[in-house]
């Protein structure tokens, strides 16, 4: 019993502090493999987090980014802004990419208020996409 009221009360102190540790981004519109024809829209999803514009500095919160062809950034910087790493900091859930024909990979990194990734770093898996 001791045991139990413990782990309870555990959930009802740290529950809030650990609740960005279920949050999760994800593609709502393709998977890994699929062939796509270019431009090509993409429609970002996110479970347990709200989705606002960089600057807005709210618990359970950030902006997409889009990484396109490249690794995760350093995760205690900011996310690098260049033509591999897309930040939606107007709260974007979707946006239209021109690819080359070809293999090309993406992946949705949530980043807070300064493009920081929040810690555990809330993100996509890494999907494989073919232009035709």
């Known amino acids: 019993m001791k045991y139990l009221l413990i782990v309870l009360l555990s959930i009802f102190v740290f529950g809030p502090a650990l609740a960005k540790d279920k949050g ?4 709502e519109n393709l998977h890994d493999g699929d062939k796509v024809h270019s431009p090509l829209v993409v429609k970002f999803g ?3 987090m709200n989705i606002i514009p960089a600057g807005t ?3 359970m919160s ?3 980014h889009l990484l396109v062809d490249t690794h995760l950034p350093n ?3 900011p996310i690098p802004a260049d033509e591999n790493h ?3 900091g107007k709260g ?4 239209t990419i021109e690819l080359l024909p070809g293999r090309h990979t993406l992946q949705l990194l949530l980043g807070n208020w300064t493009h920081i990734p929040h810690s555990p770093p809330i993100k996509s898996n890494k999907i494989t996409v073919i232009v035709e």
């Open 57 to 59: 500095d709210e618990p």
């Open 62 to 64: 950030g902006h997409h």
């Open 86 to 88: 897309i930040h939606f």
């Open 46 to 48: 996110v479970k347990g």
């Open 75 to 77: 995760m205690s910087e």
């Open 92 to 95: 974007q859930l979707e946006t």
């Open 24 to 27: 999760e981004v994800f593609f």
